[in-house]
């Protein structure tokens, strides 16, 4: 009886370890995909910031240049394509995880940790 207690207590520990280094795995693979998000959303914002510029700088040109047929023409289509690649880093943004799962995913890790105390503890 003693050896299948001590065996049962050996399993436990063995699982338990296992289920701690998931749980690093799992934190680690977190935070990588935090830092992914977070690269990704700066990219568009400063697509969408940069882009406001530009078309503020163009703007400013076809003034000076003068509103002839062809500085509208071709100010107007670098206008619409910087509108649409503003509309483009937005929606992309949109689709972007919240920064808000990794850290869900930490609490559920530290609620298995919690789990696995109170096994060790009967």
């Known amino acids: 009886m003693d050896k299948e207690v001590g065996s049962l207590i050996d399993e ?17 693979h977190a935070k990588i ?10 990219m568009f914002e400063e697509i969408i910031d940069n882009t406001k510029e530009i078309t503020t700088i ?19 289509k670098l206008i619409v394509q910087l509108k649409e ?8 943004l949109s689709l972007l995880p919240k ?11 530290k609620e298995n940790e919690n789990v696995n105390v109170k096994e060790k503890e009967k």
Do not use: F
């Open 12 to 28: 436990l520990k063995s699982h338990n370890n296992q289920a701690k280094k998931e749980a690093k795995i799992a934190e680690r």
């Open 58 to 76: 163009i703007e400013e040109k076809r003034k000076k240049y003068g509103d002839t047929p062809y500085v509208k023409t071709h100010t107007t």
């Open 99 to 109: 920064k808000k799962e990794p850290n869900e995913h930490k609490e559920n890790v």
């Open 33 to 42: 995909t935090t830092l992914e998000i977070d690269i990704q959303t700066l």
């Open 85 to 92: 690649a503003i509309v483009n880093a937005k929606e992309t």
